[in-house]
């Protein structure tokens, strides 16, 4: 009850209201959210803490640029003061990371597993192949993980994506307008433990965006 009570009063704002409302779908560091939501640095950061000190905000370093910082909208904060507004739905969902290699594999074959919605994946600078990591993790999850070369982002993209990108260094290049970002951390090379947290943020984040869609 006193948590529940924390969050209420840290929501008991328009501002706060407004930074959740737009991090319901993408993470986004302060400088792009305060710009978005035209609030001046100072108030944004005294906005931003109430939140992270309620439980409600996360904020981390980005894996690209390491002088920015992510904030990230603690869905599990939220789940018991009501159920997100439903959102249009896409013609496909385009997940990107840079080698397109681990993440966005993962989160192309969950979002098929979860969604009508068509899902493909795409890297910024596409590797040679899909990690042996990732294969391996996939098949952990019993998750069907179809086996094919990495492809180059403006070769796959389409007017009507959804674009979501699920790596930092991805959406700090040249970006495609109206993107989402996930700031999910890169499981290569770091062992099996690393590539389950992966998949394990890639689901939760996937099934709360697929409930969302109208039916």
Not at 34 to 56: C, D, E, I, T
Not at 87 to 102: D, H, I, K, Q
Request: aromatic content about 4%; overall charge negative.
């Amino acid at each position: 009850m006193d948590r529940r009570a924390r969050i209420h009063a840290a929501l008991g704002d328009p501002v706060r209201l407004r930074i959740v409302d737009s991090l319901q779908t993408s993470d986004a560091s302060p400088t792009e959210l305060a710009g978005m939501l035209n609030v001046p640095s100072n108030l944004f950061a005294h906005h931003v803490q109430a939140l992270v000190s309620a439980g409600v905000v996360s904020r981390h370093h980005s894996e690209g640029d390491g002088r920015r910082t992510y904030l990230h909208l603690e869905q599990d904060a939220l789940e018991s003061l009501g159920t997100a507004s439903p959102v249009a739905v896409p013609r496909r969902v385009l997940f990107v990371c840079t080698g397109n290699s681990a993440r966005s594999h993962l989160a192309a074959a969950l979002w098929r597993q979860n969604s009508a919605i068509p899902a493909v994946s795409a890297g910024t600078h596409p590797a040679d192949r899909i990690n042996p990591a990732t294969v391996d993790a996939a098949a952990r999850h019993d998750l069907d993980l179809p086996i094919v070369e990495p492809r180059q982002m403006d070769d796959v993209l389409d007017p009507d994506d959804l674009v979501i990108t699920v790596c930092d260094r991805a959406h700090e290049t040249p970006k495609v307008p109206g993107e989402l970002h996930w700031s999910i951390p890169d499981p290569v090379d770091k062992g099996p433990e690393a590539f389950d947290a992966a998949y394990t943020q890639l689901e939760h984040r996937i099934k709360a965006l697929a409930s969302r869609f109208d039916s």
